[in-house]
């Protein structure tokens, strides 16, 4: 589909703004329902986020437990995709299911209208009865504030920027971050350089035998307790657990795995501990998570201080026709999961339809019809 022209307003019941694997689940169900949709993708190809990951990254869960509904990701029970195998996959499940999407289109704004929502782009604008927003959280990597750091004259980057070990070598490297993002960089920097992995508290780690089925289903039980009404049954969320996949395993076996606690303040050629001891540090990697990237949304006015949006499960309170889908915990439990994401994109999906067909049948003319009749 060609994109619009740059003075034109197209209309369409329901456009969804991003098109990674958030907005390729929700994608499906609109297809199955019959909504007349659009994707509006910021990225010259198809794969989403997984396209700026880092190479070597592979899946804590299997093929089968990491695929979006109606299409098995190749590979079945045992094999644990690589970062190209998922942008393969991606790029494929886009094609099989004929997804409409426009790229490269960068949103710039959503305002509400009496009605709908008007997207505006670099391409043009929308008049759409529905968006959903599925933009992820990639282009918001989130950096802690540390005392001293606009002092510190080595390089820093975020594991969004992350690249590979290749560049490192024999450099002193900071990896800072407990999560399975943090021990995966590690377990790889820290076979070709002098690596030391700081983390807020000891790293949690799931049993050798375990690997990420184990975290959806967790995600699985705390929705299920909430649908009956039952406390949480993890209120840690779950998902605060180092898998051991291969690298991390190795970087065990080597005696490598091993983490020390934050420092105190960054000085010009590295980093102060608590104890007023220093190291020179010539790389600092941060892998300390992201935040939602819904700037396009701020002039809807609805966002909290903390960066996101209240919803009642996928809906923006605030905005009856506005939907995010695959931002986190707050939008869906494992719902930033290639297969959490299915149970957040149907319900999303059911959400729109109905509320289409609500607004349909509120028009002026089938109003005037029921009174004729």
Not at 65 to 79: Q, V
Not at 211 to 234: I, S
Not at 334 to 362: D, N
Request: proline fraction near 6%; charge should be neutral; charged fraction near 20%.
């Amino acid at each position: 589909m060609s994109a619009p022209d740059a003075g034109s307003l197209r209309s369409v019941d329901t456009l969804i703004i991003g098109g990674g694997q958030s907005a390729l689940a929700t994608a499906y169900f609109l297809r199955r329902w019959q909504v007349d949709y659009v994707v509006l993708d910021d990225q010259a190809s198809s794969g989403g986020a997984w396209q700026r990951a880092w190479p070597s990254l592979q899946l804590f869960s299997p093929a089968q437990w990491s695929s979006l509904p109606g299409w098995p990701m190749p590979g079945g029970e045992r094999h644990y995709p690589t970062r190209d195998e998922v942008v393969t996959y991606l790029r494929a499940y886009e094609a099989r299911y004929g997804v409409p999407v426009q790229r490269p289109v960068k949103v710039t704004a959503v305002l509400a209208q009496s009605d709908g929502l008007r997207v505006q782009t670099d391409s043009g604008d929308w008049l759409a009865r529905t968006v959903v927003s599925a933009t992820g959280s990639w282009r918001s990597p989130y950096v802690p504030a540390y005392e001293g750091h606009t002092s510190f004259r080595g390089r820093q980057m975020h594991s969004a920027d992350y690249r590979g070990a290749h560049e490192l070598h024999g450099l002193r490297v900071l990896v800072v971050g407990g999560g399975n993002s943090g021990a995966q960089i590690y377990a790889e920097v820290s076979r070709v350089s002098e690596a030391t992995w700081v983390t807020l508290t000891p790293p949690s780690y799931l049993p050798d035998d375990v690997d990420g089925r184990v975290l959806f289903e967790r995600a699985t039980a705390r929705w299920q307790a909430a649908q009956r009404g039952l406390p949480d049954p993890y209120p840690d969320n779950g998902l605060g657990h180092i898998v051991m996949v291969p690298s991390v395993l190795a970087a065990r076996a080597r005696g490598d795995l091993h983490a020390v606690r934050p420092f105190a303040r960054f000085v010009e050629d590295g980093v102060m501990w608590p104890d007023g001891t220093q190291s020179r540090v010539d790389v600092v990697i941060w892998c300390t998570g992201f935040r939602p990237a819904l700037a396009h949304l701020d002039a809807l006015r609805i966002t909290d201080a903390d960066g996101r949006i209240r919803v009642s499960g996928t809906r923006a309170a605030a905005q009856p026709r506005l939907w995010l889908v695959g931002y986190g915990e707050w939008t869906g439990y494992a719902s930033a999961t290639l297969i959490g994401v299915t149970r957040s994109a149907r319900a999303t999906a059911q959400e729109v339809v109905a509320f289409l067909g609500e607004r349909e049948a509120e028009t002026p003319q089938n109003r005037e019809g029921g009174e004729a009749g």
